[in-house]
């Protein structure tokens, strides 16, 4: 019998400027986040503006049943060390809270570690608020492991 669980018919493409007020939803449903984010106005459509102008990043929506369920921002980073090598950094990454725990995660972060690779990354990163001791655990759970300590200073 077929798999009908939401992860295995999500599908995966390019967010649009319509897709963005429910993308900065996704993304401020969480106590962590929501200061920060705000509320959906001109900065975030000038962000998603730069975005879609990079030729290094790409906002990503996950659809189900033609509702937006999920996101994630990949940005490429080309670099210096390691030999040159491109990294992948996963940003943003959000599933609809209804939906959690049926492997909606997974299947976005499948799909960001194939869109690393298609694009010649040799290593994926990312950062999580350490308010977030379950986003912890499901990373672990990918095989990432918390190999460095982050700074980061507002400007």
């Known amino acids: 019998m077929p798999d009908s669980s939401p992860a295995v018919q999500v599908t995966f ?15 401020a449903d969480d ?3 929501a200061a920060r984010t705000g509320e959906f106005g001109p900065g975030h459509v000038a962000g998603f503006e730069a975005i879609e102008a990079s030729g290094n990043d790409e906002l990503v ?10 996101c994630l921002q ?5 670099g210096i060390s390691r030999g040159g090598a491109t990294r992948l950094l996963v940003e943003a990454v959000r599933v609809d ?25 040799v290593l994926a990163q990312l950062t999580s608020d350490k308010e ?9 759970s990918l095989g990432y492991a918390q190999s460095h300590e982050g700074f980061k200073l507002p400007l």
Not at 13 to 24: I, N, Q, W
Not at 98 to 112: D, E, F, P, V
């Open 132 to 140: 977030r001791p379950d986003a912890h655990r499901f990373y672990r």
């Open 31 to 33: 106590p962590v986040a």
């Open 74 to 78: 990949l940005t490429f980073v080309p």
């Open 97 to 121: 809270a209804r939906l959690r725990g049926r492997g909606l995660g997974r299947a976005l972060m499948a799909y960001a570690h194939a869109r690393g690779r298609e694009r010649g990354c």
């Open 61 to 70: 929506v996950a659809e189900l049943d033609g509702a937006v369920v999920g």
């Open 13 to 27: 493409r390019a967010a649009t400027l319509a897709d963005l007020p429910r993308v900065v939803e996704l993304i």
